[in-house]
C-alpha cells in the first residue's frame, strides 16, 4: 500500500510538474498569436487520440468501447469532459491570455480550498488541523511564489481574475467527479475519451484545421509538442491516475508543485529575477507536500 501511494504521489507531482511547464510554453504561443480556442482544440484532439491508442496497444483495449454501453458511465463520462476537462482548459489557457501564467496558476490552485469545502460540508469528511495547516502551506506558498509578497502584483485585469477563479472551480469538479468512472475503469480511457470529446466539442468554436500553418516556425513546432505531449496527455493522465491512490484533497494540494514549476521555468528560461518572498514560497510549498507524503490519510469514499 506504501509503495501505491509513493507511486501516486510521483504521479501527480510529475503531473503538475508537466502542467506548470506547460502553462508557461502556452504563454508563449499565444505571444506568437496563437488563439485560445485553437489551442485548446488542437491539443485535446490529439492528446485524447494517444490517450486512448496507449489503452489500445499496451493495456485492455475492451474498456474503450465498453465505457460507453453502460447510460450511466456515458452519461458521465460525457459530463466530465464537458464541465470538467474543457471548462478546465478552456477558463485556464483564457486566464493566461488575458493575464499572464502566474496569476492564472495562482487562482486555479484555490481549488484545493473549494474542494475541502465541498468535502465537509457533505459529510465526506471532517475538517482537520491538517486541513488547515494544508490550507496555509498551499495558499501562503503560492501567493509569495506568485507576488513576491506583494499585493500590488495582483493588479491584472478582471477578465484574467474571473477567467482564473472559474479555472478552480472547474479543477475542483474535475477532480471529484471523475472518481467514479476510475473505480470502473482505465484512467487512459476516462482521460482519453474526455480529451477527445471536448476537443470535438472545442472544433465548432475553432477546428485544428483552422489554422495558416505558414505563419508557424520551428520553435512554433516545439512549443506545440511540449504543451500538447507534456503539458496535455502525460499531465492530465498522471493527475487522474494519482487519485487511485491519494484522496481528492491530497492530490489537488500536491498539484501546487504547478505553480513552483511556473515560477522556476520563469526564472531559469525568461531569465526574470527571483525574489526573496518568492524562495520563502517555493520552502512552504515544498513543506506541504513532504507533510502530505508523511501524514497521508487513509483514502476516503468520495463519490
Known sequence: MKNKRMIGFMLVVSGCFFWGIGGTVAQQLFAQGIEVSWLVSTRLLIAGTL???TQAVFKDRTQILAIWREKYSATRLVIFALVGMLAVQYTYMASIKEGNAAVATLLQYLAPVMIIVWVTLRGQAKFTKKDAVTI???LGGSFLLLTNGSLSALAVPLPAIIWGLLSGVTLAFYTLYT??????FDSLVVVGWAMVIAGIAMSFVKAPWEVDLSTFTATTYIYLVIVIIFGTML???FYIESLQTLTAKETSLLGNIEPLTAVLATVLWLQEPFGTFQWFGTSLILIMMIYIALKAE??????
Request: charged share 20%.
Open 136 to 138: 496555509v502551506l498551499a
Open 298 to 303: 487513509k483514502k476516503q469514499n468520495l463519490s
Open 51 to 53: 490517450l486512448l491508442l
Open 179 to 184: 472518481i467514479p468512472l476510475l473505480r470502473r
Open 235 to 237: 499531465a492530465f493522465w
